[in-house]
């Protein structure tokens, strides 16, 4: 079955450091791929997606991320993180057109001074 | 923003008694989904939609029912809730105009005493 793994739970970096989160997925074919962010209490807003071409895609609020086909992967990067940036992350995975996403179980980050 | 609303927003209710969330959303999507969120578990899939009187079972779809009678509506209905319902609900559209992202509504608090 298709599955997603976000394999921290909790991450906590300093403000201004840089930021990595991790994504890996498990399907026969190249699916669509995607990261949203949940701030506490409120709803999903999509950062960004990949589903064919450059394999280095940005989003909003300074993040990118990258599809490694090789590792079955699609990480999250931000150069310099924000005290704002911290909420839950969570990335997905649809295997074609609309069906329904398969969501990891997400990793909450913490920003500190 | 994807014009989906979702009420009520927050609602308490009893063991055994019947609930019905609703979703409702303005730009005439084919699509629909309802997903929910548990700690630790990300967001699961319950049922989906594509298309009026349409509809599919998810991951855990126990216990729930879905209703579409009009493309703008979909609706979820808890049958007799249980305490192991006490969630939050999100339902989700999808564009198939832009790489069927999915966009997600502002999320229903249930809570079942």
């Known amino acids: 079955a298709q599955s997603v793994t976000q394999p921290d739970i909790h991450i906590t970096v300093s403000e201004g450091a840089s930021l990595e989160l991790r994504c890996n997925y498990s399907?026969?074919?190249?699916?669509?791929l995607f990261w949203y962010v949940q701030s506490p209490g409120q709803g999903l807003q999509l950062l960004l997606k990949y589903f064919s071409g450059d394999t280095l895609v940005q989003g909003i609020k300074g993040f990118e991320a990258e599809f490694k086909r090789s590792q079955s992967s699609f990480n999250l990067r931000k150069p310099s993180v924000h005290w704002s940036d911290a909420a839950e992350y969570f990335c997905?995975?649809?295997?074609?057109?609309?069906?329904?996403?398969?969501f990891g179980k997400g990793t909450r980050l913490s920003v500190i001074a | 923003d994807a014009g989906i609303t979702q009420s009520p927003r927050h609602k308490v209710t009893e063991t055994g008694t019947p609930v019905t969330l609703r979703c409702h959303q303005t730009?005439?999507?084919?699509?629909m989904y309802w997903y929910r969120q548990d700690p630790g578990h990300g967001l699961r899939l319950i049922h989906y939609s594509y298309g009026v009187k349409d509809t599919d079972k998810g991951e855990v779809s126990d216990g729930y029912s879905v209703s579409r009678s009009k493309t703008e509506d979909f609706l979820l209905t808890l049958e007799s809730a249980t305490s192991s319902q006490t969630s939050v609900y999100f339902c989700a559209i999808s564009r198939p105009d832009r790489a069927y992202e999915q966009y997600f509504g502002p999320g229903t608090r249930l809570t079942v005493t």
């Open positions: 399907y026969g074919a190249t699916p669509y």
């Open positions: 730009e005439n999507h084919r699509y």
């Open positions: 997905a995975v649809g295997f074609s057109g609309n069906t329904p996403l398969v």
